[in-house]
Every structure is written in C-alpha cells, then in structure tokens.
C-alpha cells in the first residue's frame, strides 16, 4: 500500500491521547482517533479543534471491532504510516482480594488489545515496507508495585509484545517501539507532573527515527522524579 501520511492513535482521551492527535495534527498528518466512547471522543476532538479527525469507536479487547476502525480509517485516509496504542488496562487491589475478573479486564485491554491493534497495523504496514508502530507504556511495566497487580501484568505483556514485535518487524521495515511513562500525566505548574504535549513530542521524533538508530524503548519522567 502507498504512503498515506496518515497516523491511527487509538485510546484518546483529555490528556496524551489527545495531545498526540494535536501533535500529528499540527505535523500535517491525516489523523484517525479511536476510543470506547464514540461521543465522548467527538466532544472531546471538537473541544480541542480538530473537527477534521473522524471519531472511531474501538473496543480494543473486540477483533471485529479493531478490524473494523482499520478498515473505515484506511478507507478514509489510506493505510497507516504511524500507529500508536494509547489504551490501558488499568486494575488495582490486594492481591488477597482482587477477582479474576479483574486481572482479566486489565489484561484484555492492555496485552490483547496491544496484539489486536498491532497485528493490524503490522498487516497493512508490512506490504508497504515500512510504518511505525508505537505502545505506551507506564512504571508498571517494570516494576509491579504493591496493590497494582493487574495494571503491571497488562504493562508487562504490553512490553513483551513491543520487544516481540520489534524483533520480527525491524528486517521488514516497520519500526516498533515501547514508551515507558514514568510518572504522573498532567498540565500542572511547574514540572511534578509529564505534559502530556511534551510526552508527544517525544513520540513524533520516535516516529521520524532515521531506520539506522531506531529506538526500541523510551523511558520518560520529569527531571524532578526520583528513579
């Protein structure tokens, strides 16, 4: 498939969802969003400007669903040369009280949903010979804290899946890589807290990576974080 300059991100809420649609916006890219909510997506992309971006609603943990925001996106806007997997499978409790439920709700978001997305993205990148394909991450997905069980086995599979996917795709031209967001989102004074603007910043020049020096993982924090 031709280079569409066209980027999927899918997880779009208020805060980097939405800011990395602004950023590959304001970079002249076609932008497809995704989210559960398709009204609330559309409130919110209309809120921030970008009356232009189609509003998709993907179950990420749904394949008929992911494969048909590919389908409508490509139709829209041409295959994807940037996809980025902005959904989380969040989960907190005692392990001595946590369901199963609840583990597998954070896991079919964070690690199918992670497979789901980027196995479409892979199969419509891959012809093309090249594509970027981009996972956020968080602490969790190298340290599980206490109480957080199911958010750190949805971010550790997530990471898995990225180191997988990059090994296999790399030779075929396709550039996958794994944001691990170390702190706290938000526009707060000062510097407490990662802006969500800057976070996207990052993942454009991950995107524009010459393919000699392509980075498989990123660890971002405010410099006031303690690491």
């Not at 075929?172 to 976070?199: E, M, N, S």
Request: aromatic share 6%; proline share 5%.
């Amino acid at each position: 498939m031709p280079s569409s300059n066209h980027a999927i991100v899918i997880g779009v809420g208020p805060g980097l969802g939405a800011a990395l649609v602004e950023k590959c916006a304001r970079e002249g890219m076609k932008v497809s969003a995704g989210a559960r909510d398709r009204d609330r997506l559309r409130a919110l992309l209309d809120e921030r400007g970008l009356k232009k971006v189609p509003a998709l609603r993907c179950d990420v943990t749904d394949p008929a669903n992911v494969a048909d925001l590919f389908a409508d996106a490509i139709k829209a806007h041409g295959a994807p040369d940037l996809v980025i997997f902005n959904a989380s499978g969040y989960g907190r409790g005692s392990v001595l009280e946590l369901t199963p439920g609840q583990l597998e709700a954070a896991w079919r978001v964070g690690c199918l949903g992670g497979f789901l997305v980027g196995q479409a993205a892979a199969k419509t990148m891959v012809p093309a010979g090249h594509g970027t394909i981009l996972f956020t991450g968080a602490t969790a997905s190298l340290r599980g804290s206490a109480n957080f069980a199911p958010f750190a086995i949805a971010k550790f599979g997530l990471r898995a899946l990225a180191q997988s996917m990059a090994r296999e795709l790399g030779p075929k031209g396709v550039h996958v890589a794994h944001i691990v967001i170390d702190g706290q989102i938000g526009d707060a004074d000062g510097d407490t807290k990662l802006k969500p603007a800057d976070i996207a910043e990052a993942y454009w020049s991950l995107h524009r990576q010459p393919r000699s020096a392509w980075t498989l993982e990123a660890d971002l924090r405010t410099w006031v974080e303690k690491f």
